[in-house]
């Protein structure tokens, strides 16, 4: 292929990826509706019902235990009786019980993603919730993972190298927003606590002539004990499409 067309391809790829970052942010439930197929590259057909079986099928099970085994497990906090306040990302989140309908404290007409609801309910819904061990792994180390590999790469992996590995003050100015921990790795790395049992680490190698960017993101050793494998690949993926968002 000529420079040219190397070129054409990387701007086609980072269209294609802004794309998706303009879709979720200003409309989640399109973004579900429509998010691209991480293993083939094209568009599913409309998932947006298995998003909402699944929220309902951990409601459900929540709603059968007490308020305040479920807030001791997770490691919020209550703000007021039988209600979570739970941080995400650049978000806070009002989660009453036992309905678990989510709002969002700060701008209380946005609607919250689907996807992120489920996660959310996913972690609070873990059968342990073990303390970091500081023990780093890559995605392929969680037991299951190999199934959604692909997904991970797709959703989280490829978006990061594409928008930040020629930009590491724009990876640095966006990731500040959310409040990391520098980390000394690669050319610039942070870790971010997403939820208060997971934490997890992005890491950036810049680009040059010779050599295309790199990226890789860690794991604490415990994340398998708390969230199913292709819960992991979303929460990945979450987190950098949302520094993405605040980078625009």
Known sequence: ?????ILISGIRNL????????LYALCPLLYALFARNPQHGTHNMPRIDDYINARNLAVEKLSQE??????ERSGFESPEAETFCIPFLDRIYRVGFPRFE??????REKE???????????????TKMPEATGQWISYREIPGATFYFGAFIKRAVEPLKKVFGQNLSGFSRAAAKLHPKEIESGDAAFEFKVLPAVP??????????EFPAEANILFDSTI???????????LAGMVVYRLMALGR
Do not use: K
């Open 224 to 234: 398998g004990q708390i969230l199913s494998p292709e819960d992991v690949a979303w």
């Open 66 to 71: 007490p308020f305040e085994v479920i807030l």
């Open 112 to 126: 919250i993603p689907l996807q992120e609801q489920v996660l959310i309910l996913h972690y609070m819904s873990a």
């Open 102 to 107: 989510f709002e969002d404290t700060t701008e």
């Open 15 to 22: 269209f294609s990826v802004m794309s998706d970052v303009l």
């Open 1 to 5: 292929m000529t420079e040219v067309g």
């Open 200 to 209: 997890l680490q992005l890491i950036l190698w810049t680009g040059d002539e």
